[in-house]
């Protein structure tokens, strides 16, 4: 599989970085050595890196991956805002995949150039490791075409990491075109470029070939970002990213797969999902969440938050 740069960071990525929120708790919940066993054949194919997340959970798994691979470049994200809670995500990062260093480090779901501008203490931070050689290139992810712009007057942000895919699912203010419009200007100026939700969070897996065919035609990606979650889907994703065809076989299996959010009747309406999801998918109705899946991107959060583990994505 190429590896090309990413943006001017000097960090040489696969076009294909493995996801890993699909095979976290939130999701497939695999255990570690279980999601060691889809890197070890992701790296075959010659992918060579990772992201993840502080809210993913899976830094255990991540760990096990560069037991395998040492050199395997690695993104995580979080929502700290000031350098307390930086220096505490930085620590949690760096002893929960058992290396002293970050390739990258993202703001995790930035929103604009409002909420860049209140995350002012941790981006000192995070600079501050960037100096001393802990974090490799820094900054950020949005679902948003506005924050995408607004980076464009942030040269410190050196890595955006957008949501696009060929229906623009989940882009929380405007259409795919514009948002490719967005993407377009920052890599220009040399920013690295990771897509994300490129099957729509799950929504696109019915149409994973043409999803994918979108997504890897455009030339302003470094890489795409994809959580895999079995086998099949790791075979399919990097012979596509090879520029290979998988067999008729592996589509068709993958073909009948759709994650779909579902809530339990014993919802006690709480509302705390509700609340928590930033793509505003789930609203009470009689007393109990009801989820939106033309709005629901698959991400899981709500999940995790539900006190009655209510919620899950199959
Ligand atoms: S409903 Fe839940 S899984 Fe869907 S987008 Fe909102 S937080 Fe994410
Ligand atoms: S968090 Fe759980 S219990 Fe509360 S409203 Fe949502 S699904 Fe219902």
Known sequence: MKISPLGS????????CFGTLTMGPFQADLTPVQGAALFERAFEYGVNFIDTAEIYETYAHVREALRIKPDAVVCTKSYSYDAASAEASFAKAVKGIGREYIDVFLLHEQESAH??????????????MKERGYIGAFGLSTHYIGCVNATLKHSEIQVVFPLINKRGIGIADGTAGEMLSA???VHQLGKGTIAMKALGGGHLIT????ALDYILALDCIDAIAIGMQ???????????FSGGVP???????LGVVK???????WCQGCGICAAACRNH?????DGKAVCDHTRCALCGYCARLCPEFNIKII
């Open 115 to 128: 909420t860049i501008r209140g995350h002012a203490e941790a981006i000192e931070y995070f600079l501050r």
């Open 230 to 240: 079995s086998i099949d889907e790791v075979e399919y994703d990097c012979i596509r």
């Open 207 to 210: 149409e994973r070939e043409s």
């Open 259 to 265: 994650r779909r959010l579902c809530i339990q009747s």
């Open 247 to 253: 067999d008729a076989a592996l589509a068709e299996r």
């Open 281 to 285: 998918a789930i609203s009470m109705v």
């Open 183 to 185: 993407i377009r200007a």
């Open 9 to 16: 960071t000097g960090i040489r990525v696969s076009k294909l």
